[in-house]
């Protein structure tokens, strides 16, 4: 469970993460009027093209906040279903003093209405790799430039209302797997984390 626990995370926050990153440093009164040039620069990024098809609302303070609704993250070629991941709704929180120093802190980060679909190939290679390998729309230089990024710190993290199914292309063997909420939580970069998880 662990494992299909850290790779769902991973799936879910690489891609929203990027979206927030690109959001809070654009300097645009209406994001909407944005929306396809920021929907190209993420896919750039993560590799797979994303399409945001909802409401961008950005409110500019101390610690700005975003909401997002409505993102879809397009599948791999050989995948069974057109899209990997699609999310209701994001909202977030970063502290502006905390970039002035190079760290990223998002004391809030909650994803609602996930709908995740994960599966390998015959050969194993799973389709939450979003950099692949001969990829037209993926900068090589770029992607390889993703591991250098320093890990943000959440103070807040929730997942509600995710629907997860995996399929594994060498065995056979598929896994459903419904989740009411994660949260992860901790005061600051040096106190313990907490974990609350409900699913089934």
Do not use: C
């Amino acid at each position: 469970m662990k494992w299909i626990l850290t790779v769902l995370s991973a799936v879910v926050l690489l891609p929203v993460l990027f979206l927030v990153a690109v959001l809070f440093y654009l300097d645009a009164a209406d994001l909407s009027q944005h929306r396809d040039i920021i929907a190209e620069q993420v896919s750039k990024l993560v590799g797979r093209s994303l399409s945001l098809n909802g409401e961008l609302d950005l409110n500019i303070s101390m610690t700005p906040s975003i909401v997002i609704t409505d993102i879809a993250v397009a599948n791999t070629s050989w995948a069974s279903e057109p899209e990997m991941l699609t999310i209701q709704r994001v909202e977030a929180e970063v502290e502006l003093s905390a970039l002035l120093h190079g760290d990223i802190h998002i004391p809030r980060f909650h994803v609602k209405g996930v709908k995740s679909s994960l599966e390998t190939d015959a050969d194993g290679l799973g389709n939450w790799v979003l950099a692949e390998p001969g990829d037209e729309d993926v900068d090589a230089g770029e992607a390889g430039k993703t591991g250098e990024l320093k890990l943000p710190w959440i103070g807040d993290a929730y997942i509600g209302d995710v629907e997860f199914t995996y399929h594994d292309g060498q065995s056979g063997q598929s896994i459903t797997a419904k989740l009411d909420y994660a949260r992860v939580s901790t005061a600051n970069p040096e106190s313990p984390t907490e974990f609350d998880i409900v699913g089934k």
